[in-house]
């Protein structure tokens, strides 16, 4: 625990909230930098499924324009919920966790801390690839500002709910597949209005009340996912 | 009665809703009667250890 | 007897034994008034035909579904708040229930859709937030399932049905939200007809019956459930029903 008594040293709360969040996401960022492959081969995922559509489909321009915001929601989530189970894993596996959450650090920041770190590492990734891929299903101006944008605030969301998945299943038989069930469902109101903002913008009306929404949405998420997380954390570990 | 069963055409849509209604209530109950079996021969089946779970 | 006792499994078994039957009449009586004021008293409506009827199932299950839902979240804030492992015990009787009338919300749906707008699914905003309150009970059903540790169980589908209930209400909106917007007409698929009074205490009845079998069926769950996790204490070795297996 030096690292914690070291950063303890540079803040003033010892075992305040700032501490511990810095902690969990500069620890989680150096780790996953030690696997940068991991991470690029996450990205890859998305880029392919967002490939594979206009494959499936056809590659009318129109069509694919109508497609773009929806198909670019859906990878997102599927991308994110891919890179959910290793959140908590590893260090679950090796007991980590369990000495994350003895120590006298706020379990809630500590989490928070680890779920910057995996949105910084997979949905940051995907918000800058956005515009291209935008641009490859022949969305323009504004319609590609706004789905970048509203992936840019949505995406944050999917990684605080997905956490709350991921610490509910952690060690289970089948983690994957069942985190998807239960976190996909909560997501239906991210997706609705990320992906809906673009298609009003394309129908020439105004956004605003998409992204005001998904603010709001961010907003609660922040607030309430790290506590439901950290209490998540606490029954898998019992 | 025949007409009456044929619901002015509709019948099918009808007696399909409420017979697969009836059908999977049905289920259920034989499904918490055998459960209880089950749980009962379970317990009967387990030495007093006083433990619960 | 105090309140509390009542929260111990061994004091509850019996109660819900004696409670569950008296429910399960009710439901029955209730059932069978609802469905004759349905259909020998209920008329033709003008624009629907008989088709309508179907209604008398189809909403007393979908407020039910969501019903049940609360209840269950409501043990479940008790089982977290009071570590009490009964109220976790009622949160797990009453899942299978409650995803039981969400299909039948589903199913009936469906087939008053068909004759009514002419397909059996459009992606209404009701009919879909029905679709994806189905797979929030199967998430809390697999989640069960998944957990081998009993109380660990009880803990994290508590949590999960919690985030649940409070997303309800959110994933309702945003559906309602998208089916306006691309619906144009704001003309629910599923919306009933104008309501003859009769046809609304048709409604009301087989609500009041589909509640009571939730209440009976949940009762009898319960000491299943009971059973099997209290299976190593000496009062259930005690029952008789118990003894009646071992002889």
Partial sequence: ?238 | ?53 | MKLYQLASPATFYPLAGRLAPWFAWVAGIFAVAGLWIGFAIAPTDFQQGEAYRIIFIHVAAAWMSMFIYLVMAFWSVLALSFNTRLSAMMAQSLVPTGALMTFIALWTGALWGKPTWGTYWAWDARMTSELILLFLYFGVMALRNAIEDPRRADRACAVLSIVGAVNIPIIYFSVQWWNTLHQGASVSVTAAPKMASIMLTGMLVMALAAWFYAIAVALYRVRSIILERERGAAWVAALPETKAVKS
């Fill in chain 1, 1 to 238: 625990m030096t690292a914690i008594a070291h950063t303890a040293s540079v803040t003033e709360t010892p075992f305040g909230v700032l501490a511990a969040l810095r902690w969990a996401a500069g620890r989680d960022l150096r780790l996953a930098m030690r696997s940068r492959s991991e991470l690029g081969v996450q990205l890859l995922f998305y880029v392919i499924v967002v490939s594979l559509f206009p494959l499936a489909t056809s590659p009318e321009r129109n069509l694919l324009a109508a497609m773009a915001p929806g198909v670019l929601w859906v990878a997102a989530l599927l991308a994110s919920l891919l890179s959910l189970s290793r959140l908590f894993a590893t260090d679950f596996a090796d007991g980590t966790l369990e000495q994350i959450a003895l120590s006298p650090y706020p379990l809630p920041a500590l989490v928070s801390g680890k779920i910057a770190a995996h949105w910084l590492t997979t949905g940051l990734p995907m918000v800058v690839l956005a515009p291209l891929l935008g641009m490859q299903y022949g969305l323009e101006g504004e319609a590609l500002a706004v789905i970048t944008l509203s992936l840019l605030i949505g995406s944050p969301i999917l990684s605080l709910l997905g956490a709350i998945g991921a610490a509910l299943t952690l060690g289970v038989r089948g983690g994957g597949s069942l985190l998807a069930l239960l976190v996909l469902p909560l997501c239906v109101p991210v997706l609705i209005f990320g992906a809906g903002g673009a298609d009003m913008v394309r129908a020439g009306l105004s956004a605003s009340a998409n992204l005001s929404l998904l603010v709001a949405g961010l907003l609660v998420a922040l607030v309430g996912a790290p506590f439901a997380a950290a209490a998540a954390v606490r029954i898998s570990l019992d």
């Fill in chain 2, 1 to 53: 009665m025949n007409e009456y069963l044929a619901m002015g055409g509709y019948g099918g849509y009808i007696w399909g809703a409420y017979l697969m209604s009836a059908l999977v209530i049905a289920i259920e109950v034989l499904a918490l009667r055998s459960r209880r079996r089950a749980a009962l021969r379970m317990a009967a089946a387990t030495p007093v250890d006083g433990g619960s779970r």
